[in-house]
């Protein structure tokens, strides 16, 4: 990607470490702006949202960001109660979208849904996760904290625990991990590795270990991802059990922790992170979230100038 | 309707030419209007929505309008997530919701819940679809984009064709072709002519014929309306399937129509228009969504004023 | 409470008669302002709605006064196409919609949710309803229509009838009337009288009478608060249709009330009163939903400073 402006962001990799570096700074930016001056960035802009799988975090932090800017959302929030039930095509939908809004952030089951809406859209279309791989304003977020809080993302070790198989915002993390050079170590039970359809090409740029146990790992680590484990995703209840319980971070497992260390979740969480370890040093999930406020408005504010 | 100022619109009935005419011209100038200019007409303005039918399009538009102008909405988009469902009349609801905005947009299954809803509103009620006749507002975007594209309506020949029936936008726009000078062909299965008791009195002022064949018309058109041919509506399938198919418009069709006429459609679009045509000189559909942010706007404007 | 500023809003209870009557001045002060003054209160600020619970009403007013004071609403109007439904908790919920917005205002089936939500919120919490027992900002418009209406609470005779027992409105009105020097008349089938467990330490601040009769009472009253009977409370529907009927306010109830007496009712209604009452010169409940707008403007105001 040459440039935001009036461009789509569709998957994690089509950014570059540059592009990857611009949006990281014009957080800060908007960060450090008075609230004033924010305002103006979008003042009469409107973003439409189209989500067609439910998604409430996602949603809400793009409307923060919007009024942060000074601009107005809405959209559907929900897709069942709307013309999609009469039957009308997402390209359809897409296209009457871009005639009412500046931008439009779509959530869809389908891969490749995000490419296919910027391909008939007269505006810019933000993937606001799609289909099994791609959730690149999650994975920015996810960077961008890891940046924010420990200073710098090169060199470090970063552990990713839990369900890797079928979380998207996993395949986007680590897709714009590999800009960078970090030691990533992948933790989950057998069932639940990343499935290799979607790291193929993956392996060139990143370097990563695949193992079942956390503790091999957790001493070193400098961050550490935890996702949430779904029941639904196991083929038996006894074997969901079984994992369940040996990914579940508490207190004992933080302690191990080095001091400056953090620990992320893209959240919701489950209970995958004990409450006990909110108020831990490490924990920094929360700040995350707040974080994707602003980076989202980096976004918008790249996209929509 | 001698004005519109803090008036109501509940059907294209009340409309003169003469009004219709101030909506376009009022349309033209707000598409013409820097946006700082814009966002001044509704400033600290609120519209409430309520919608007891869902509508994703109707209302998007009447929110992108109102952002247009520098207002606010908000509203009911599902009524079945509200106070509706504790059994409250739509009389009270319309009432409450005049003392928390500036104007109120309605849709609602029953023909004449907007007539009735103006009766207890303190506020202007505009109809955004009732019952079986009736969709002012989208009667008004389909009349503007005809004399936006073809420069006037007077002297055209318009096919409508599809379900003639069922559709409330398809009455609503007929009584607002009465106030031209139009030839206006209806096209439809037999069992889906429009029906006689909504349309006694048009005879007077509309000349319209009435046919089953497309093809006796199509060479002559300027505008070609297509509807939606809802498989709900037929008796038995085996019936369906035969309609559906000989009213289709794809690029066949389209070759046969004039270079210079329209093809429009209320949207959503199910199959009625291949999507191969879209890209034909003749498809002015998603135009057509596109104006009716503007004239909506342009009606909002008038209103609140 | 010391004073409002980025303060929550949990209980009535939590408000003292110096509270209360700051909200109405502030209130009445936001009533005479100038439009373009009230935008600047809450401009740029952000108004977060969890709603547990549907409730249009409440929702909507809250969205208008946010709307009136420049400010912008957002949220999660149905829990059920959120992230709860993938098990989230209210406090993650909560703690995550305090990072994106200013204020948060909650409506959840549970006691004592609100507090517990502003324990683990950065950002004021509004509570719109919870439990049993408190709806605050309710009875705050309610005690503010009565003194608006009547130029004073202290002295007046109020009569509270229907289903006393599981109306959160009621119990939150009393502990707000408990503030100010008046005689109360509880009227109410014997098996929806007010339940002693959430009327215990009213007691010794507020003299009330119960009854079943609403003729002792209805000449002397200055205020006549209506709530709705909810089928769904009766053991047998038998029970049921007899109390109805005997709580129905019509015009022959109206008539016996004093000239300069008002009849309330927090809405919505079904048919605890009848329509042709809404012309009287007692009805006021429709006023007291717009001021609602006004003391929920107020409060917002006050807590966003």
Known sequence: MKNFSQNDIISIRDLSKDNLEEIYSKTNEIIEMKAEERREIARGKTLGYLFFEPSTRTRLSFQSAMALLGGTSFGIADATSSSVQKGESLADTVRIMSGYTDAIVLRHSLDGSSKFAA???????????????EHPTQAIQDLYTIKKELGKIDGKNIGIVGDLKYGRTVYSLLYGLSNYDVNVHLISPESLKIRSDSTYNLKENLSYTESENLDEYIEDLDVLYVTRIQKERFPDEEEYVKVKGSYVIGQDVVNKMKDDSILLHPLPRIDEISTDVDSSKQAKYFQQAEYGKFTRAAILSLLLQ
Chains 1, 2, 3 share one sequence.
């Open 119 to 133: 391909e008939v859209s007269s505006k810019p279309i933000i993937n606001a996760g799609s289909g099994t791989e």
